[in-house]
């Protein structure tokens, strides 16, 4: 049995459509006749019923050799389906049962790739951004030279500008309302915990316009300066001039 490892990633078109399985799953079938029930239904593209085969393998089989794989199979057919819940709830299983497998690596990414699938509009709540992130940093930490490492690093920079880009947006709602002190708490968060971030500069920019507006020349110039120092050609930068 070979294991078909190959996610969808973010801008690509799933095509899934759920089907049900040719055989009903029962605990007197074989677990080579679900295996194949199972792949042949991940082959027609019918994502849904596939999983339901790889669920019942491992249920079925708990103690067999190929329950981790199904596991797995199972967590991959349930992404392939947009089923993210269901995607996470099985590969929290296989952490589970299965903490020491060769595939952590890759259910670690596919965890964090369910997240990621969900993230929505910077205006709103990043909770799956942090989420997605938190997985990916994982995986790096844990799994450096896994073939998934690379690909979690970009998402990384990904999320972090995006979070960093909500936190902005706060910021600008704030200083619109004249919040300043919100606003500057905002602004100080971006530029202590995002520095890697595209929103750094504009960050230190906003604080010279939050402390300018309530009267605090000496802490503007503070941060005017940071930005001159860090970010000599940014934009940002010479919007002070």
Known sequence: MKKIYALVLVGAVLGACAGT??????ADRPLA?????????????????????????????PSSPWA??????????????????????????????????????YILYLRGMCYYRQVSDVRREPGMSVHALQ?????????????????????INILKNYIAGKVMYSARADMAAQNWPSAISHLQSVVTGAQDTVMTAEA????TECYTAIGLPDQAAGYADMLRLNFPDNEWTKKLN
Not at 204 to 207: K, T, V
């Open 204 to 207: 230190m920019y906003r604080l």
């Open 68 to 105: 981790a794989d199904a596991l797995v199979m199972a967590a991959y057919a349930q992404y392939l389906d947009g089923d993210f819940a269901g995607a996470i709830l099985s590969a929290d299983r296989f952490m589970r049962f299965h903490p020491g497998h060769r595939d952590v690596p």
């Open 135 to 155: 997985q990916f940093e994982q995986l790096v930490q844990r799994f450096p030279k896994s073939e998934y490492a690379q690909n979690a690093k970009n998402k």
């Open 33 to 61: 006749d679900i295996y194949d029930a199972a792949y042949a239904q991940l082959n027609k593209g019918r994502y849904g019923a596939a999983a339901t085969d790889f669920l019942a393998a491992e249920s079925q089989y």
């Open 21 to 26: 399985s040719d055989s009903t799953p029962s």
